[in-house]
């Protein structure tokens, strides 16, 4: 008996990449995503209020050792006031603490304008004193922004003052009433009778605190 075979057209074979395109594309999509997030992580990431440290000068063209010793000294001086700074920024959490910060940036940008006062007497050629000059109005910007937060800082904790309590004594009832009926005795358009008008015994006329009682009116 004759049997009827049926053979099954096997698929195609397409590319490596036909096979797992779909993979690979959406693999790539996973990693943009990540790729974004980290940029917007360090984009939005809150700025230090630190100072970055300055490489100390080498001033190898000055003239005067003694004042480039001192120039030095001053420098390092200078590093180690804004090391302090940077420690006081990050505990100005009160007035007091914002008070000794603002404290701590003045005094370091008095220090850099005496730094900066004797330039002149280095003895530099004009390119490392342009250079020296450049970098010391640098510095005095970031110090100027420096004093300018700290006194937004004070600025923030002296207005967080606190409120007094006011109490308000509520008035007495019985010394309500009896200051009302006082002032209605002084007032003649109450309780006063027309011109001819007899009124009955009895009648109250409210000549007075206490003349409605029941005692009085029997």
């Known amino acids: 008996m004759a049997k009827l075979i049926l053979k099954q057209q096997e698929p195609l074979k397409g590319s490596w990449f036909s096979h797992y395109g779909s993979q690979i594309a959406y693999a790539g999509f996973i990693v943009l995503l990540l790729a974004i997030s980290l940029g917007v992580l360090f984009a939005f990431k809150p700025s230090s209020v630190a100072v970055p440290v300055q490489v100390l000068p080498l001033l190898t063209s000055a003239t005067d050792a003694q004042v480039k010793s ?7 001086k200078l590093i180690e006031m804004q090391a302090t700074y940077e420690s006081l920024a990050k505990m100005a959490n009160s007035r007091e603490q914002a008070q000794t910060l603002l404290n701590q940036a003045e005094m370091t940008w008095q220090h850099l304008l005496i730094m900066t006062e004797s330039t002149e007497k280095l003895g530099l050629n004009a390119q490392e004193k342009a250079q020296l000059s450049l970098e010391q109005a640098y510095q005095q910007d970031q110090w100027q ?44 358009f109450i309780a006063q009778p027309p011109a001819g008008v007899q009124l009955p015994a009895g009648f109250c006329t409210l000549n007075g ?5 029941p005692e009085n009116t029997q």
């Open 70 to 76: 001192q120039y030095l000294s001053d420098w390092n």
């Open 145 to 188: 922004a420096q004093i300018h937060f700290a006194e937004l800082r004070l600025e923030r904790f002296s207005e967080q003052t606190p409120i007094a309590n006011t109490s308000i004594e509520p008035n007495k009832p019985e010394l309500a009433s009896t200051q009302v009926l006082d002032t209605l005795t002084n007032n003649k």
């Open 209 to 213: 605190s206490g003349v409605c009682k």
